[in-house]
């Protein structure tokens, strides 16, 4: 039973590789730029390369693309975590206003830096790498805060953190509003479409930044994924085989907080990837999490390529944030889960 | 003399705002069946998770064999304390096996698959609870008698000495009832397992206890065996009732067959 539950897994995580590898297809080849499927590969394998061809894959669409799938990975990831620590189908990063803490002190670290998009220099480098960093601490803040309010002798009261999110949330969305409106113009101007979760100024650069935070913390999060089943029965009897709940679920927790700092540094607030990969996730592979974890990170990196590619070419030649593009797909996915967890 | 293999001292505990008891102390014996009794709010399920670990004390010790509990890391005393709370939980989908398999935490080193100990443990646990039946189903799909004895096969599967069980009889039917208190009969008779469990149904508890904890208002009234502690004495200062007792003459154990307050 558990070989054929494993095969199932294996087939379901190959159709999306699958389908990720189409949406890749489409988002390489389609453009501003329309290239044939041999001149990417010809330009990937460097036989006779062209500058061109060079310039838009490399500089703009391999990273972007690199970029997408990193960030899906990481909410996907994420969502996971903190759906399974709150036991909360309902709970996401964004909603949990984790994002909008980590936005609100990168929006806080953009205004002093004043690192606009022009001013790329090596000077620039360091606050790049910086930018996750100072996320993290946003997003612990908020976490801290959240956990904080809705802490109730001794347990987490779901109602009270679904509530605090939502207060925390539009608190700091407020902040970064605020500062960002302080901001010189065009400083102004990235910091508005970045908020808004938008990943076409993606570079290298923005890769490894966040790489190293997916890797580690995702490295984590794996090998306690397991944990995530016990903590699905209630906190005593979590307690009474032996789990040291508190420590596990703080782990857990800030490493899906890194994550989501990360991600929001390079890409800004996208919503509901983390809260839909994990419920497709489940309804695809069940209930464990060794396997929900990799299938949601899966589905989030799909989802994630396939929204930008849309952001990019609905309204060619103006671009759309692609957080606009995943919220469009979600708010309707999260009305219907409210509507069907009522029933 | 009989070893007492876990002992409370000084113990205070409650909750934020509220404490439910304060210097309590007592001890357990090795191998024994010792049932808490006492009315509605008395502390007995506080003192259960207290000494389970489930709740944190405000001040006081507990000792498992002797060596304080504060001391051995929790995943030590999973290995040989398991706790059975009041109305558990646990994902709708989730398959009986599964739940049973969770019981195995404290001996699993990594992620990996189950040891041939571990599915022998499993098996076990579920041919004493009578739960092999349905193995394959989800816990949603069973009744109420028989999702409790799939959580009592889940404590068993940490292959303890000590078994907590927090009112395990509440929400059963009568047969139901009697057939859990009679798999605890076994477990302690069969292997010397020691049970600590508070119940509300003083027959119960005088028919399968060797001892029992009397308490009220967050204290210990008196300890004794059933037939010290089922006395209209006792009964009027614990419960506030006039019972009426007289001896089983099948098990020699006695009953309340009525009363009045």
């Known amino acids: ?343 | 003399m009989v070893n007492s293999v876990l002992r409370v001292e000084d113990l205070c505990s409650g909750y934020e705002k509220q404490t439910v008891f304060t210097n309590l102390s007592t001890s357990i014996q090795e191998g024994k069946i010792t049932t808490i009794i006492g009315p509605n709010g008395c502390g007995k399920s506080t003192l259960l998770k207290t000494i389970g670990r489930i709740l944190k004390q405000t001040s006081g010790n507990v000792y498992l064999q002797e060596q304080n509990m504060q001391a051995i890391s929790t995943k030590e005393i999973a290995k040989q304390l398991a706790l059975l709370s009041q109305n558990p939980e646990a994902p709708a989908q989730l398959k009986v096996e599964e739940l049973i398999s969770y019981g195995r935490y404290p001996h699993r080193k990594n992620v990996g698959a189950l040891s041939k100990k571990d599915i022998e443990v499993i098996e076990w646990a579920m041919e004493v609870t009578k739960t092999t039946q349905f193995r394959k189903r989800e816990i949603s799909q069973l009744s109420g008698g028989q999702r409790q004895k799939v959580w009592l096969a889940m404590a068993l599967a940490q292959e303890t000495d000590i078994l907590l069980l927090d009112e395990p009889t509440t929400y059963l039917d009568m047969a139901h009832q009697l057939e859990m208190l009679k798999i605890v009969d076994d477990l302690n008779k069969k292997h010397q397992c020691t049970i600590v469990m508070v119940l509300h149904d003083i027959n119960h508890a005088a028919r399968f206890s060797d001892e029992l904890i009397a308490m009220k208002g967050g204290e210990i009234i008196t300890v004794g065996t059933p037939s010290e502690i089922l006395t209209k004495d006792v009964m009027k200062r614990v419960f506030q009732i006039d019972a009426k007792i007289m001896i089983d003459e099948e098990n020699g154990s006695p009953v309340c067959y009525g009363y009045d307050i």
């Open chain 1, 1 to 343: 039973m558990r070989k054929e539950q494993f095969g199932h897994f294996l087939t379901l995580m190959l159709i999306f590789i699958g389908l990720t590898f189409v949406a890749f297809y489409f988002h390489i080849t389609n453009g501003a730029f329309d290239m044939s499927v041999m001149d990417v590969v010809k330009t990937m394998l460097r036989i006779d390369p062209n500058e061109k061809h060079d310039l838009v894959i490399f500089e703009f669409r391999l990273p972007r693309i690199v970029i997408a799938a990193l960030v899906g990975i990481g909410l996907g990831m994420a969502g996971t975590v903190i759906q399974g620590v709150t036991r909360n189908g309902l709970a996401d990063p964004g909603i949990l206003g984790i994002n909008a803490g980590a936005g609100a002190s990168i929006v806080i670290f953009m205004f002093f830096f004043q690192m606009s998009s022009n001013n790329l220099t090596d000077d620039s480098w360091s606050s790049i790498l910086m930018m996750p960093l100072f996320g993290f601490v946003g997003g612990a803040v908020a976490a801290g805060l959240i956990y904080l309010f809705s802490w109730r002798n001794g347990v987490l009261d779901m109602q009270r953190l679904i509530l605090t999110g939502i207060a925390i949330s539009s608190g700091f969305g407020a902040l970064s509003l605020y500062i960002s409106l302080k901001m010189n113009a065009s400083d102004y101007e990235m910091a508005a479409v970045w908020i808004a979760g938008s990943i076409y100024s993606a570079n290298w650069s923005f890769v490894l930044s966040m790489l190293p935070w997916i890797v580690i913390l995702g490295y984590v999060i794996y090998r306690k994924s397991h944990l995530l089943d016990y903590f699905q029965l209630e906190e005593a009897s979590a307690k009474s085989l032996g789990i040291s709940v508190e420590k596990e679920k703080s782990i857990l927790l800030l490493s899906s907080v890194g994550i989501v700092s990360a991600c929001v540094s390079v890409s800004g607030g996208i919503g509901f990837i983390g809260l839909m990969a994990p419920h497709i996730a489940k309804r695809l592979v069940g209930i464990q999490h060794r396997f929900v974890l990799p299938m949601s990170a899966m589905i989030g990196m799909f989802l994630l390529i396939f929204s930008d590619y849309i952001a990019k070419t609905v309204f060619e030649p103006s671009e759309l944030p692609v957080g606009i593009v995943v919220s469009i797909i979600g708010i309707p996915y999260f009305l219907y889960l409210l509507v069907k967890s009522k029933a």
